[in-house]
């Protein structure tokens, strides 16, 4: 049974950092492109970056600079490092992992960005 399970979300405030953490089981990190999303209050889930079997890391533009994504083999865990947050930055982050035969999500971790 695939699990995963982010944790580390919290409150900070603007211009603060955090790293969150998707402790996979179930799979095999090295074996599946990992990916975050986040969906913000009132607003449709968007993707924020990916990290391949391989290790290649693939940010999408509008956190590029700010967000980074990387994975311990040991620990079969996937991060997001999150510096320089905003206001909208605040929402719940989630985990995936896709394949052509399944699709799964963690339960999320809300990340609040407030003074």
């Known amino acids: 049974q695939v699990r995963l399970v982010e944790s580390g979300g919290g409150l900070v405030q603007p211009g603060g950092s955090l790293r969150l953490a998707c402790a996979a089981s179930g799979i095999n990190i090295r074996s599946y492109a990992m990916s975050w999303h986040r969906r913000a209050p009132g607003k449709e889930r968007e993707m924020l970056g990916t990290?391949?079997?391989?290790?290649?890391?693939d940010m999408s533009y509008f956190v590029r600079g700010r967000f980074s994504i990387s994975r311990d083999i040991t620990k079969n865990t996937v991060y997001l490092q999150m510096s320089s947050l905003q206001l909208e930055d605040t929402g719940v982050y989630y985990c995936?992992?896709?394949?052509?035969?399944?699709?799964?999500w963690g339960q999320g971790t809300q990340v609040t960005v407030s003074q």
């Open positions: 990290i391949g079997s391989r290790g290649t890391v």
């Open positions: 995936n992992v896709a394949h052509p035969s399944f699709d799964y």
